[in-house]
């Protein structure tokens, strides 16, 4: 089976400039949550989608928008890139709702120069 | 929001030795989970602990949770080099997200 796919992989932007990272989940997981992982540092966590709503969101600007699509699917998005914003940008999907049985993809990494 | 504080944050031994991670809050954890990640890949569960005094065992991997639920600890027993990896506690905070610890980078020599 398939796990959580992202993509791209790696990806270098100029600051500025607005990015937009793909989740696949696994088959039948309907729940998709973006962490942000700087290096040296342990995830932060920046949404979390559930049937296609928004159930929570981190303490990120503004610039941080991310949706899920009717396959489950998810995008995250942001604009006006930072410096700080060049981190591995992790996606986790899940059957159930809530923060369990997680399965993170091997992320994208974002370098912002 | 709570803080979770791992230590240590780096640690190298040879293949063979023992070693202990921890995890330590200043608030009660509602339940704890460890991963392992290694590099180019995302944390990968490893346990989740929802009880005082619990003790998990998973081969060579031994994870206690706190009797009062502010701390845990993972035992490795004669570690071998592929346990090598970021070993990341964090907490289920809510009904939508984990906040995680900086984690302990442990590297086993050959």
């Known amino acids: 089976d398939a796990g959580v796919t992202q993509s791209p992989t790696h990806l270098i932007k100029t600051r500025g400039q607005h990015v937009t990272l793909r989740c696949s989940p696994i088959s039948g997981h309907k729940s998709v949550s973006w962490y942000q992982q700087v290096l040296g540092q342990g995830p932060q966590f920046i949404f979390q989608?559930?049937?296609?709503?928004?159930?929570g969101r981190g303490n990120f600007p503004d610039r941080f928008s991310a949706r899920q699509f009717p396959n489950y699917s998810s995008e995250l998005n942001v604009n006006a890139l930072l410096l700080g914003d060049s981190a591995l940008y992790l996606c986790?999907?899940?059957?159930?709702?809530?923060?369990?049985?997680?399965?993170f993809g091997s992320g994208t990494r974002l370098t912002v120069v | 929001t709570q803080l979770l504080e791992q230590s240590p944050q780096f640690l190298s031994i040879q293949e063979g030795e023992n070693l202990t991670v921890y995890c330590n809050s200043s608030?009660?954890?509602?339940?704890l989970q460890w991963y392992r990640q290694e590099p180019g890949e995302g944390p990968v569960l490893l346990v989740t602990v929802v009880t005082g005094g619990e003790v998990k065992k998973l081969k060579r991997l031994t994870f206690q949770f706190g009797d009062a639920r502010k701390d845990s600890s993972l035992h490795i027993t004669a570690a071998q080099p592929g346990d090598t990896g970021l070993y990341l506690c964090?907490?289920?905070?809510?009904?939508?997200?984990?906040?995680f610890g900086s984690g302990t980078r442990l590297l086993v020599r050959p």
């Open positions: 608030s009660v954890f509602s339940s």
């Open positions: 989608y559930y049937e296609k709503e928004e159930r």
């Open positions: 986790a999907s899940s059957s159930l709702s809530g923060p369990y049985g997680y399965t």
């Open positions: 964090a907490e289920v905070d809510s009904s939508y997200k984990l906040i």
